[in-house]
């Protein structure tokens, strides 16, 4: 039995000048725009990053003046009212510390001269007014690394909503302006997206540490996020 595929060639071959018509016709006239928004709110959380290195002739013993040190930090920690879910250990590292020196014939050698341990601890302090307190506790005890501190809020959605929605109305203003600018209305929302911007953690030097020995005054002020949009709009 002869079967015939004119029918179907046919059909495609119908179908080939609108397709090619379809991608021929230019897109509608839009008007891209970007708007930003910001919103402020009282942080209550703290984010400290708190480190002690100690070093020794040997890993093991360095290794053991750490854990010794850290340990009192985390029971000064506890004592101070953290509790176990906001403290985390950050990271272990263990480094050993060489002394270069030069022979006569330019060989350049290393020796070997103590082994260095760094413990970090991350600490969620939520009551912020003892933030100064805690610092100084940790140093005390022998916070002696770099680290850091940051003022964040358990909650910002609301905030981060606030500045969406006046990233959103800036950008549907400019759009406005230049519609109107060029004779023209604006559309519906063809696409839209956003980028979002939190606090960033201060990071606190060795330096820093030492003069916290003394009283450590903690200023909390206001965390400001902001929202940036990209939104298209069609013209009219």
């Keep these: 039995m002869t079967r015939s595929f004119f029918p179907l060639a046919l059909a495609a071959a119908m ?3 609108a397709v090619a018509r379809a991608a021929d016709v230019p897109p509608p006239p839009r008007i891209i725009v970007s708007g930003e928004g910001e919103a402020t709110a009282a942080p209550d959380l703290a984010m400290l990053t708190l480190s002690v290195m100690r070093e020794a002739k040997t ?23 953290i509790a176990d879910r906001d403290l985390q250990t950050a990271g272990i590292q263990i480094n050993p510390r060489y002394n270069y020196t030069n022979d006569p014939d330019g060989t350049q050698k290393a020796e ?18 003892k933030t100064g307190e805690i610092l100084d506790k940790a140093v005390t005890l022998g916070v002696n690394e770099g680290g ?15 500045a969406r ?16 600018a060029a004779g023209v209305s604006v559309g519906k929302v063809v696409e839209i997206s956003e980028q979002s911007y939190a606090p960033q953690p201060m990071p606190m030097s060795a330096k820093s540490f030492d003069s916290a020995r003394a009283a450590v005054p903690i200023q909390a002020g206001e965390n400001s996020y902001r929202v940036q949009v990209n939104v298209t709009f069609e013209i009219k």
């Design 15 to 17: 179908t080939l000048p």
């Design 165 to 180: 929605k006046k990233a959103v109305s800036d950008a549907m203003a400019k759009a406005k302006t230049l519609a109107e």
């Design 112 to 129: 070997l001269v103590a082994y260095q341990i760094t413990n970090t601890l991350s600490v969620r302090v939520r009551d912020i007014d």
């Design 59 to 81: 890993a093991r013993t360095a290794l053991d003046a750490n854990n010794d040190a850290m340990a009192a930090v985390i029971a000064a920690m506890k004592s101070g009212g």
């Design 148 to 162: 850091g501190i940051s003022f964040t809020n358990a909650d910002p959605s609301s905030v981060i909503t606030q």
